[in-house]
């Protein structure tokens, strides 16, 4: 029978699974970055956007079925404005029961996608108790809040934090890996009046990038080993469960794509939206790197540039960052490469200097209004999280302190607006998403507000936690999605 395409040993950190697609794949730089469509709220605050199927054209002459926002992929990037609250209304016109999470928002509990907060598909929210379900994986329906689950539903993003480059993607439990892969991703950023004063790199010269590795199937599908049976042999979801990596690198739903830039100034807003791949990634002009000027991470901007050779970006990380192409004539090109995988996925995509072009934007020296105060208080609570591999007695799975997400129990109640040093110990790779609000990561100065951390095998490392937005129950979990859905999630609850 079919095989796996091996083990891609260390790309993870771990042996995760390298899918090998099973179509001829496009030359590397032939096919024209793309923009995500933009979308803004109205004069209400409201957005709507309806999850469904498409068919797109992703390589060249292949039919590829898609789960989009919109039905796009990547979805819409959503453009909000620092204090002023928006509404999106998101209607499931999916086969299956989505969970929508905005990475990076500091939202309600209630619109923040929890994992089972289920928004139903169409067909089986039309109040014939979920007979049309089908396989879709989905599980519960015998439970009492599943009467108040509808397929459109309101969440509402108070939208109270400065700038930021956040995501939106998929947050069901058990299933988020597979969601996310299909489709279910997309860019939303935050702006607000003090970034605007700047003057960065704006309009034609401000790209968002949102990076994801995938494999295609014969059919022009995405192949994912959990819905291909030719990629499951009894008894060893084992092979999966490390992770899935794709052997085609597509930014903003492209593969391996060339932006014709002018000879300026840009800001690239990069999210790794990669399922299991962490990204290790330099520019690449004809021998000679150019260099990144990193602005931001997750959180929003830094308190001062900071020049980078390389950016190493685990699954979900972001960062903000300003490239100069002034010094390249006409017809240079510039690549952005990745140093860890190798294949296909050793090249992202291609920048190609048309022109030469006027530039009124500079990288003050001074970016973030308020930069994070840094003065942890004495007794500050501790906790300490591990973040290993585990079992619940007959299968193998991924744990935090040895335990697999259960939706009904907190391992921490947190005081609302309290300092918390949260140890992290990670066995092997494993970027850790805290949802809520951002955290420092202590004797890492210059990262700026993370709400992921890239852990590396065997690492400890302390992170400043506070919650002071908002009480209720929130998750933290490993943003490798199939770690993820493998049960590395806790809840917490703020009080
Ligand atoms: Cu980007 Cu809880 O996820
Ligand atoms: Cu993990």
């Keep these: 029978g079919a095989t796996l395409g091996g083990c891609a040993a260390d790309v993870a950190g771990t042996s995760a699974t390298l899918v090998p697609s099973r179509l ?12 995500a469509s933009v979308l803004r709220p109205d004069r209400a605050g409201r957005i709507l956007i309806t999850q469904r199927v498409a068919d797109l054209q992703i390589l060249p002459g292949v039919r590829t079925p898609v789960w989009g926002y919109d039905g ?156 291909d049976p030719t990629l499951q042999r009894p008894g060893v979801a084992d092979e999966w469960m490390s992770g899935v990596l794709g052997d085609v690198m597509l930014v903003n739903g492209a593969p391996w794509p060339v932006a014709e830039v002018d000879a300026a100034r840009y800001r690239l807003r990069i999210l790794n939206a990669g399922n299991a791949r962490r990204l290790s990634l330099t520019l690449d002009a004809d ?43 006409p017809g240079r090109q510039v690549t952005m490469r990745n140093g860890i995988g190798g294949g296909g996925t050793a090249l992202v995509m291609r920048f190609a200097v048309a022109r030469r072009g006027r530039d009124d934007s500079r990288v003050p020296a001074r970016l973030a209004e308020r930069p994070p105060a840094r003065d942890i208080p004495a007794g500050a609570p501790r906790r300490n999280f591990l973040f290993a591999r585990g079992s619940d007695g007959r299968t193998a799975m991924w744990t935090i302190n040895g335990e697999p997400f259960r ?14 040093i949260w140890r992290l110990t990670s066995n092997v790779h494993h970027p850790v998403h805290v949802h809520l609000d951002p955290f420092l990561v202590l004797g890492r100065e210059d990262d700026g507000l993370k709400d992921t951390v890239d852990m590396l095998p065997g690492e400890t490392l302390e992170i400043a936690v506070r919650f002071s937005d908002y009480v209720g129950r929130y998750v933290l979990h490993c943003h490798n999605l199939e770690h993820e859905d493998m049960a590395m999630m806790a809840r917490f609850d703020v009080r």
Excluded: C
């Excluded at 260099?291 to 959180?299: A, E, K, T």
């Excluded at 939706?407 to 918390?420: C, G, K, L, N």
């Design 24 to 35: 001829p794949l496009p030359k590397p730089f032939s096919v024209p970055l793309p923009k």
């Design 72 to 227: 796009t992929f990547p979805g819409p990037t959503i453009e909000t404005r620092s204090g002023s609250p928006v509404t999106i209304t998101h209607t499931n016109a999916l086969p299956v029961p989505t969970v929508t999470h905005l990475h990076g928002g500091h939202t309600p509990a209630d619109s923040d996608g929890w994992p089972t907060d289920l928004l139903l598909p169409q067909r089986m929210s039309d109040g014939n108790g979920g007979t049309h379900a089908g396989h879709t994986g989905m599980t519960g329906m015998a439970d009492p809040e599943a009467r108040l689950r509808t397929s459109t539903r309101e969440y509402r993003y108070p939208m109270d934090q400065p700038a930021a480059t956040l995501w939106y993607h998929d947050h069901r439990m058990d299933f988020t890996g597979p969601a996310v892969w299909r489709g279910l991703a997309g860019m939303h950023l935050v702006r607000d009046d003090h970034e605007d004063s700047l003057s960065l790199p704006r309009d034609e010269r401000e790209l968002p990038l949102l990076i994801a590795d995938r494999s295609f199937d014969a059919d022009g599908s995405f192949r994912y080993p959990s819905v």
């Design 407 to 420: 939706p009904q129990r907190a391992v921490a109640t947190i005081q609302r607006d309290r300092t918390e």
């Design 287 to 329: 021998g000679t790197r150019l260099p990144f000027v990193q602005i931001g991470s997750d959180g929003g901007l830094l308190a001062a540039p900071r020049e980078r050779g390389e950016i190493t970006l685990a699954p979900g990380e972001r960062i903000d960052a300003v490239v100069d192409f002034a010094a390249l004539p």
